[in-house]
């Protein structure tokens, strides 16, 4: 590789790293990062097909169900959804990480 591809292929990698997107989130200058956690409990349905296609999630007593976001299938390459389910708060409270 010339001098000067490699100077480009150097200054294209630095510049990916400047983006705003990984700023401070907080909405006032100076404020904390968002924070990083893990859920505190996932329950996975399979389908006739045994196929995991559903998710419960449990995120603070609040409960989501999730898709399948797998390369199986028609639809193998489409985005999850996240979608709230009030009914399973219960299962959720009763299951959670304590804080």
Known sequence: MTTKAMGAL???LLLTGCSAQLGDRGGEAGA???KINDVDYIEVFRNADNFPNVARICIEGVAFASTSSGLRGESGVANPSLIR???????????????
């Not at 219960?90 to 804080?99: E, L, S, W």
Request: glycine share 4%; net charge neutral; with cysteine.
């Open 10 to 12: 150097l200054l294209t």
């Open 32 to 34: 904390p990062p968002d």
């Open 85 to 99: 389910v009030p009914e399973w708060d219960a299962k959720c409270a009763a299951v959670g990480k304590p804080r």
